[in-house]
């Protein structure tokens, strides 16, 4: 029996025992990995640059696609400059079923330069900046025409000091909430695109953490 225990000596327990491949020296750098907390990925560089470019070329999209859509109908809108206010239902429905629809293409276009903003410079603040920088452009595009003469939908009339800076608030106004509107489709897109960025899903993974920390303390 001792002569047997000599020539096979007993087994080393499963924890005593010391790794003799590969795979067991894997498993647990896996599990360390799994354990470490997951750090951020750096930040594309120039990111602003870029927002600001992809917005300003989308409020010039935006101006070029609202003139054509009034040169395509320039008989509707002259016609409904010369009646103004005896202009028909007829006139009056189609001139606001086509400024409908060039502001729903202005949406799409800010929610598009914030979709690509935030492919290209991830954080979704400079997706709001695209399109909050294209929704001010379209506006400005819509006010310039206006000052064109001979342009389908001009209205000339006279205006005196106070009409005058009265309508500079109020372009102001407008001015701010079309880019309000426009910064709002383009976080929007930006947040569509970088919802599984490995950037955004470390910072929701050290926002669990902290509010785990938080409950047990």
């Given amino acids: 029996m001792q002569e047997s225990e000599k020539q096979y000596p007993a087994r080393k327990r499963a924890s005593e025992r010391v790794p003799d491949s590969d795979y067991d ?3 647990d750098e896996r599990e360390n990995d799994r354990r470490a907390p997951l750090a951020p990925p750096l930040l594309p560089k120039n990111g602003l640059q870029y927002a600001l470019g992809i917005g300003i070329g989308a409020g010039l999209l935006t101006a070029i696609i609202g003139v054509l859509i009034t040169l395509l109908n320039a008989s509707t809108f002259q016609d409904a400059a010369r009646l103004q206010e005896k202009m ?3 006139v009056a429905q189609t001139i606001a079923g086509l400024n409908c629809l060039s502001y729903f293409l202005a949406l799409l276009v800010c929610f598009g330069a ?4 935030g492919r290209v410079a991830v954080r979704r603040l400079f997706g709001f900046y695209a399109g909050a ?3 001010a452009i379209t506006y400005l595009g819509g006010i310039v ?3 064109i003469p001979n342009y389908p939908g001009h209205i000339a009339s006279a205006s005196t000091a106070g009409a005058v800076a009265g309508g500079i608030f109020f372009l102001i106004t407008l001015l701010l909430i079309y880019a ?4 709002l489709m383009g976080l929007w897109g930006a947040r569509t695109v970088t919802r599984k960025h490995p950037y955004y899903l470390a910072r929701r993974h050290e926002e669990d953490e902290r509010e785990e920390s938080s409950a047990r303390g």
């Fill in 25 to 27: 020296l894997d498993n």
């Fill in 88 to 90: 028909p239902l007829s």
């Fill in 114 to 117: 914030g979709y690509l903003a």
């Fill in 133 to 135: 920088l294209a929704g």
């Fill in 145 to 147: 025409t206006q000052y």
């Fill in 180 to 183: 309000a509107i426009g910064g």
